[in-house]
């Protein structure tokens, strides 16, 4: 790396020569990469655990002696809430990650799950457990921007869209692991009722501080770093990767040629308006493409999540302590989508790929609520249903978040995830549980048609994906999306 004449009023900042990004794109797979993909990925496990946690114990907590005593409505407030800490911490811990750095920021954010739901086991009055679910979704929210920026900038090209599907994917076996989880620990043969559900906030906190003690020995992203004027301890981070990966590996890495290498004017930091900017005038195409990838799979998901018990349980007859393990089958479905066709989205490509699974899981949906309306569908074949649906919805859902997390400069990578996970959360966990709670008032029928319109907005989003997509298989996130500071003087 050569520097040249400073382009800034820092003394510290100037004009560099870099091939880092072409260096860590030309990794083998190595015991590093795991490391990337074990500390940082498994938080999604947490978020599953989390949300999957709180829908089960909601009827216990509505109970006097659970140590509570919420209303039904103090239980839904409580999961709005916790939307409304995700959103929000996904927008400043987003900012503060593209700031700061991303290794600083996916400490902090992890470190505050683990306070806030440690808290929340102790909570004994409603306003103390909805503070302190607010913060643990503003922990979980700010890790999406963090997480998601930081292994993307860590993980070779040939194997981003595959590491990021099955990393976003493994959210549903948290789900899973939730539901076996809380039929075991609301059973009040075993614990009373206003121990256990505090017990399984206390299980996500000790998952949670192994991911951390894992998490430590993750680095700082060398993109990051060289483009914030640490370009000397970029160059030294990237020597000692290489040096553990031919050891791990036994290969020689080949020298990077010089035409791989980029100019960069380094920078202290971007602002707000800056980013806003670049999104809309741009990259107005890709501004589209993230929202509708986004909005489409929240209403999808919102259509089928925030009704399964209720359909189950009230249009079904299915028994209340029964319901839940629906959610199991639900979660492998979901998670075996990213999990086996994500190397798909690296080799197919992904304009093909997301269009398929966006598509495809709307037109599912379709033929489902056809068959559900017309009464052809009993507890066991709707589950088998949404099952389907949900494989290949889960594998476009967790593409979004590749997306928008590869097709934006890298110096507003991180606040461009959190930007498009705020909206679609946001979407999802307010207007959702709004509009489908008011729908399963009306019977099989109103449930249809909410059915419809997740599966008209997925597919509507799928078409923006094959007219609009980005076809970023086995690109260097450079080559997808200049950074704001390369030079454009060769």
Excluded at 378 to 399: I, K, N, P, R
Aim: hydrophobic content about 50%; proline content about 3%.
């Amino acid at each position: 790396m050569t520097a040249h004449t400073s382009q800034t009023n820092a003394a510290s900042l100037k004009t560099i020569r870099t091939a880092i990004p072409a260096r860590m794109d030309r990794l083998p797979w190595s015991r590093f990469h795991w490391l990337v993909v074990v500390g940082l990925g498994t938080v999604w496990i947490l978020d599953g655990l989390e949300v999957t946690i709180v829908g089960a114990i909601g009827s216990r907590l509505t109970e006097p002696d659970s140590g509570l005593g919420l209303t039904t409505a103090q239980v839904g407030l409580a999961a709005a809430i916790y939307v409304a800490g995700a959103c929000t911490g996904s927008l400043v811990f987003g900012y503060l990650t593209d700031r700061f750095g991303r290794k600083k920021l996916f400490i902090i954010t992890l470190g505050l799950y683990l306070v806030a739901t440690v808290l929340t086991a102790f909570a004994v009055t409603p306003w103390m457990f909805f503070l302190f679910r607010f913060f643990t979704g503003a922990g979980i929210g700010g890790e999406y921007a963090a997480i998601n920026s930081a292994i993307d900038e860590l993980i070779p090209a040939r194997r981003r869209g595959l590491v990021d599907l099955a990393i976003n994917g493994s959210y549903w076996l948290g789900t899973a692991f939730g539901a076996v989880l809380t039929v075991f620990l609301l059973n009040t043969d075993i614990f009373a009722p206003n121990i256990g559900w505090r017990i399984a906030f206390g299980l996500g906190a000790v998952l949670g501080l192994i991911i951390l003690l894992v998490r430590r020995n993750v680095p700082e992203s060398p993109r990051w770093m060289f483009i914030h004027g640490r370009d000397e301890e970029a160059e030294e981070l990237v020597d000692e990767i290489e040096e553990g990966v031919e050891k791990d590996t036994r290969q020689t890495l080949e020298t990077v040629p010089r035409d791989r290498e980029i100019e960069i004017h380094q920078r202290r930091s971007t602002g707000f308006g800056e980013i806003v900017r670049v999104a809309i005038t741009q990259y107005p195409k890709r501004f589209v493409l993230g929202l509708s990838l986004f909005i489409g799979q929240a209403f999808l998901y919102n259509a089928v999540f925030f009704t399964y018990s209720l359909v189950l349980t009230k249009l079904l007859n299915v028994p209340d302590d029964v319901a839940p393990w629906a959610l199991v089958p639900i979660a492998i479905g979901n998670f075996l989508g990213p999990f086996l066709l994500g190397h798909l989205f690296d080799t197919v490509g992904r304009k093909f790929m997301i269009t398929l699974s966006y598509v495809g899981s709307g037109i599912l949906l379709v033929g489902t609520a056809i068959l559900f309306d017309a009464g052809a569908l009993d507890a066991f074949w709707l589950t088998v249903c949404w099952m389907v649906v949900f494989f290949f919805a889960s594998a476009g859902a967790s593409a979004a978040y590749l997306t928008v997390s590869e097709i934006f400069p890298m110096e507003t990578r991180a606040m461009a995830i959190a930007f498009f996970y705020a909206v679609g959360t946001g979407i999802g966990g307010i207007i959702g549980p709004i509009l489908f709670g008011t729908l399963i008032e009306g019977g099989i029928h109103s449930v249809v048609i909410g059915y419809y319109i997740g599966a008209g907005l997925m597919i509507a989003a799928g078409l923006v994906e094959l007219f609009l997509g980005v076809k970023a298989e086995g690109k260097s996130l450079e080559e997808i999306a200049s950074p704001l500071s390369a030079s454009t003087d060769h």
